[in-house]
């Protein structure tokens, strides 16, 4: 399992840094106030993913264990194509996005969700070099698309477009790649009924909790475009970007674990003992890429960046002690969804949320981007108890020892 982690974290690895430079780029060309723009669209096309994961990646793990691919594709894409028109709809009516926009948004909110429930599903049903392949090559497309249209030449709508396009070549090629997979499954219509119960009562809780998990992370992006402005949304998605970098060995470590508990019918004493490792593991690499963080010179982010991006090293370093706790929630999240647990994040979430939405007005309006750096740090905190209690409880039943 360790030389699996270890593969799949080099993907994930070669995945943040293309990421990462794309953030880069996007953030220096763009400038803070187009790249704050960029965020907030981004976070309507979350909360869209959000619904159209209710039959999507939230489930399809444990679905996987009673129900053919093919069935869970066939009610899944039709779910995401309704979600997707009526979202899309709702924002038109509301103007949240410029008119100009909303046919690209509509493909990302479809492709964004086929390419993670494909995505997901190949790495339950083939080989693991796939996957990592598959995941490095969406961010890479994104990347030559921008190189090849000039980087100080593109715009957010640009950025959307090539966004759709890199998800919608990846989403086909893991069709083909799945192809004699789908082959074998014989489509049941009897076992439709059965399967959308199933993925409402599972998808619902866990995307309730998706839900409130991405509020504890965006909710202070519209009190920071209140009371301070689009620029310092720009400046707080980066640090988010790089937190997000931060977790990854984390996230890389939580996805295989997962997946593995998934094709288990019961929960064993060796899963649980196995979690508890690797946890302390990532809070090492997590402590590790903090310190990074710290040696690295002021002035090498702004380079990175620009100027307006001065204090994206003091708030990283701020955050700190929430990044490192909140480690453990990346990690444990996986461990209850793939055992179908979707209740106990959906607590973790909601604890987390009050401090995001009550703290968070009040300290984004008094102390700017710095409160609201202090209200998602006491959120990803509170969120990380509560699934740290949970899991000691399951540990405790098999009497081990930490």
């Known amino acids: 399992m360790f030389k699996k982690v270890i593969f799949s974290f080099q993907a994930n690895f070669l995945v943040a840094i293309l990421s990462l430079i794309t953030t880069l780029i996007t953030a220096k060309f763009l400038g803070s106030y187009g790249k704050g723009y960029l965020s907030i669209i981004t976070i309507y096309i979350s909360v869209v993913q959000l619904i159209n994961e209710i039959f999507g990646v939230g489930t399809v793990l444990f679905l996987l264990k009673k129900y053919q691919m093919k069935e869970i594709f066939l009610i899944s894409y039709f779910w995401f194509l309704m979600v997707s028109i009526v979202s899309t709809l709702v924002i038109s009516f509301f103007n949240l996005i410029e008119k100009d926009l909303q046919v690209v948004f509509f493909f990302n909110t479809i492709f964004i969700s086929v390419f993670m429930l494909n995505l997901r599903v190949v790495l339950n049903k083939m080989n693991i070099k796939w996957y990592n392949f598959l995941i490095i090559l969406q961010p890479l497309i994104l990347l030559l698309f921008l190189i090849q249209k ?54 619902i809780v866990n995307q309730t909790a998706n839900f409130s998990q991405i509020i504890n992370y965006r909710v202070s992006y519209f009190f920071i475009e209140k009371f301070v402005g689009l620029k310092a949304v720009g400046v707080f998605s980066i640090v988010l970007s790089f937190a997000n970098v931060i977790w ?6 939580g996805t295989l674990l997962g997946n593995e508990i998934s094709k288990t019918d019961k929960l064993k004493k060796s899963s649980v003992a196995q979690f508890f490792k690797y946890m302390k593991i990532s809070v090492f690499f997590t402590l590790l890429t903090l310190i990074i963080v710290y040696i690295i010179p002021s002035h090498v982010y702004v380079k990175l960046l620009n100027k307006d991006f001065s204090s994206v090293k003091p708030l990283l370093l701020m955050m700190a002690p929430a990044i490192l706790m909140f480690t453990l929630a990346k990690i444990l999240g996986y461990f209850f969804s793939s055992l179908g647990k979707m209740k106990i994040n959906l607590y973790s979430s909601l604890a987390g949320l009050i401090p995001s939405v009550l703290l968070g007005y009040i300290l984004v309006k008094e102390f700017k981007i710095f409160g609201a750096v202090m209200s998602c740090s006491i959120s990803f905190i509170i969120s990380s108890i509560v699934l740290l209690y949970f899991f000691l409880k399951e540990k405790y039943k098999f009497r081990e020892i930490i």
């Open 248 to 253: 990854l060995f984390a996230t890389s470590t």
């Open 150 to 203: 000039g980087l100080t030449f593109f715009t957010v709508k640009d950025f959307l477009l090539f966004q759709l396009f890199s998800y919608s070549i990846i989403s086909v090629v893991a069709l083909i790649v799945l192809r004699k997979e789908l082959k074998k499954d014989k489509l049941r219509y009897d076992n439709i009924k059965p399967l959308f119960v199933d993925s409402i009562s599972l998808g």
